[in-house]
């Protein structure tokens, strides 16, 4: 029997009898790319010397189009400016003594054609805006901050949204001048969001030209902003159970908008033309793996959680906390290069307490995360190391009764005689599987990820002449075992060892008949 792999995802809340051949019960830094199941790429550091603390926020600057600024921001209070691949010293230093991955950057300026482009941050409320003017050595807080924004009431978030930059504090929305985004004094708009509903304003996003705000509680809002004066420009509530988990815990995936929720999953936005219609959705019980995420992650992750996709691969990246950690560990990864279906998994490696978009030198926005360490890592880098670590990349499919084959075979005892692994090979190492028959452990196998090479005349050697490539090869090893069901578990963990595969095929025989395949 021929298992397909790379079609589906992890898929763990359902009945056993009920799930399909190709869905997994354990997916661990692995990606769907191609249409085959791949060990997760790895990271490289870009500074080579760690920071003095871990890194919240991170910004590939580019003030204009001859100059790219890597801005990262620390634990501390610190920020710091670098550039090939080099932090200076900081650039500012303890604008706070303590700030967290709910500091976001915005990029706004440019007000007109002599203005300069600008890079603003907000500090999740401890401190009032900061602004890095064009390639400025520092930064210095917003000129002309509102008159409210003081002791606990700076502003949470901001967005640029009507050639206005926007700030959120307490309950109330401000928009700047539309002429210089640093003035919230004059010229400016002022709007509260429905008062004395909820707690404070948590998170604002812009999503198909319109404005969302999120409140503590589960609220959340939409600008009617049709009006061509500001004037008449009103908040609308559009629900009360849409809890956005952290500030940065939002993305714009595909033609929707998902948003991590107080809950811990993840809901989807599908958001219509029609004013205040908003559709919501739990994707991760849609995707029926709720109860495995429940019991392998803490929700004290969310309220620091980070959201991001990255449009290259189709992939959307949310950060989660292993149980008993203090800080975020680990990415769930949904992959949404298969139309019609969206295949998660979890990538167990790293520390990343902040994600956010670089450019590479070919122009493509790719996905970068910082560490709790002070480092900065590019993410889906073809060698599998994490900076310089190694890690393990697992799958395991389901116990298998094979009823998908025809009536009877769920029942029926097999004898279980070989397994074979179909692979692209592109890996010095090899893969090791743990089977299973009857859901009991039988033995661990090994299969080689190598190129096959039997000496054939005029045939080229891999890694030889440049002419050669890899073709899809297949490794098979005998099992030993009769019962109901199979089950394979297949890993590796070697430094830069990687797999890369298409499908198994399991060959068994019902009692009394010849081995079969189909």
Request: glycine content about 10%.
């Amino acid at each position: 029997a021929k298992i397909s792999l790379g079609e589906y995802g992890l898929l763990t809340d359902i009945a056993p009898d009920k799930v399909q051949p190709g869905t997994l019960i354990k997916a661990n830094n692995v990606s769907f790319f191609n249409g085959t199941i791949q060990k997760a790429p790895g990271t490289i550091k870009w500074n080579s010397s760690a920071l003095g603390a871990g890194i919240v926020a991170a910004h590939d600057w580019r003030p204009s189009s001859v100059i790219s600024r890597m801005i990262a921001v620390t634990s501390d209070g610190n920020i710091y400016r670098g550039f090939d691949r080099v932090f200076g010293s900081a650039i500012n230093s303890t604008i706070s003594s303590v700030l967290t991955p709910n500091c976001l950057f915005v990029e706004g300026g440019k007000e007109d054609a002599n203005n300069t482009r600008k890079l603003f941050l907000y500090t999740d409320g401890l401190t009032n805006p900061y602004v890095l003017s064009g390639d400025g050595t520092a930064f210095a807080t917003i000129s002309k901050p509102n008159t409210d924004w003081s002791g606990n009431n700076f502003p949470k978030v901001g967005v640029v949204h009507r050639n206005r930059l926007w700030a959120f504090a307490g309950q109330i929305s401000y928009a700047s001048d539309t002429g210089d985004h640093e003035n919230f004094q004059t010229a400016n708009f002022t709007e509260a969001v429905y008062p004395g509903e909820g707690g404070e304003l948590r998170g604002a996003f812009v999503f198909k030209g319109r404005l969302f705000a999120f409140k503590d509680g589960g609220f959340i809002y939409i600008l009617n902003d049709e009006n061509s004066s500001d004037a008449n420009w009103y908040w609308q509530k559009l629900g009360s159970n849409f809890g956005l988990a952290a500030p940065n815990a939002i993305a714009e995936v595909l033609d929707d908008m998902m948003a991590g929720n107080t809950t811990g999953t993840i809901n989807s936005y599908a958001a219509s033309d029609k004013l205040g219609s908003v559709e919501a959705g739990d994707i991760i019980q849609e995707l029926q793996f709720e109860s495995f995420l429940r019991g392998n992650t803490s929700k004290n992750g969310i309220t620091e959680q980070h959201l991001l996709y990255y449009a290259e691969k189709k992939v959307l990246f949310a950060t989660y906390r292993s149980a008993y950690y203090t800080y975020n560990d680990m990415l769930l990864m949904f992959d949404f290069g298969l139309n019609g279906r969206i295949r998660p998994a979890f990538w167990i490696k790293g520390s990343p307490q902040c994600l956010a978009l670089y450019k590479d030198a070919n122009q493509i926005q790719r996905p970068m995360y910082g560490d709790k360490d002070g480092y900065l890592h590019l993410m889906d880098a073809e060698d599998r190391l994490e900076g310089s670590t190694s890690y393990t990349g697992e799958f395991q499919i389901p116990h298998v009764d094979f009823s998908h084959m025809g009536d009877g075979f769920s029942s029926a005892e097999k004898h279980f005689d070989f397994l074979a692994v179909h692979y692209t090979p592109e890996s010095s190492g090899n893969l090791s599987c743990d089977y299973f028959i009857d859901g009991r452990f039988v033995e661990t196998l090994t299969f080689s990820m190598i190129q096959y090479d039997r000496p054939k005349l005029g045939v080229l050697t891999l890694d030889t002449d440049r002419l050669r490539q890899p073709n899809q090869e297949t490794c098979i090893r005998e099992l030993a075992g009769t019962g109901r069901t199979f089950s394979a578990r297949f890993y590796n963990s070697g430094s830069n060892q990687s797999f890369q595969i298409p499908a198994i095929t399991v060959y068994f025989r019902g009692g009394g008949d010849k081995a079969q395949e189909s």
